[in-house]
């Protein structure tokens, strides 16, 4: 089974809202990182954070990670009509570090 | 720098058919990896590969194979194709070798194969 979990499958919200995804992971793991895919197209790399870090921003981008809940969460603050997209956490286990695995996405819609 | 290419973008089969799709990673990153995604699977590691080595490989099938060029470039093979093959195959790029993960992944665009 997938390695990350993401919860909500689905979320809409109104521009200016923030938008909060979760993820969960079942392993050890040596760094968590979050993509967005716009429909159809290849994903984009958002943020990474390594497994002894606690909090991460990245503009409007606020990511933590507890790893004695093996979870993870993503926060949009000042959500645009241009983040609808789709959210995938994505993690390495520490006892393969060559393969990347993806859980199984947040649809966000920001309506405008 | 130029982005990973994969080629071609849409692609259609017949089942029974095999179907070649290639990547080209960014300039300089030497890893490469495979991912297929589709609306019920989501997305499932296929391989990865390092300098030319197929390092990990996901639970699939062997009509599904790899191999990557000493230039990096990197080519996955889907032999007897299935109609549930049908799907966006991504290529990602990374700077670094193992053991650290600690780079992003770097995709590309994808091939949309549609099996008939």
Known sequence: ?112 | KAGVTQTPRYLIKTRGQQVTLSCSPISGHRSVSWYQQTPGQGLQFLFEYFSETQRNKGNFPGRFSGRQFSNSRSEMNVSTLELGDSALYLCASSLLPRPTRATPLHFGNGTRLTVT
């Open chain 1, 1 to 112: 089974s997938q390695q990350g979990e993401e919860d909500p499958q689905a979320l809409s919200i109104q521009e200016g809202e923030n938008a909060t995804m979760n993820c969960s992971y079942k392993t050890s793991i040596n760094n968590l990182q979050w993509y967005r895919q716009n429909s159809g197209r290849g994903l984009v790399h958002l943020i990474l954070i390594r497994s002894n870090e606690r909090e991460k921003h990245s503009g409007r981008l606020r990511v933590t990670l507890d790893t004695s809940k093996k979870s993870s969460s993503l926060l949009i603050t000042a959500s645009r009509a241009a983040d609808t997209a789709s959210y995938f956490c994505a993690t390495d286990e520490k006892t393969s570090y060559d393969k990347v695995i993806f859980g199984p996405g947040t649809s966000l819609s920001v309506i405008p």
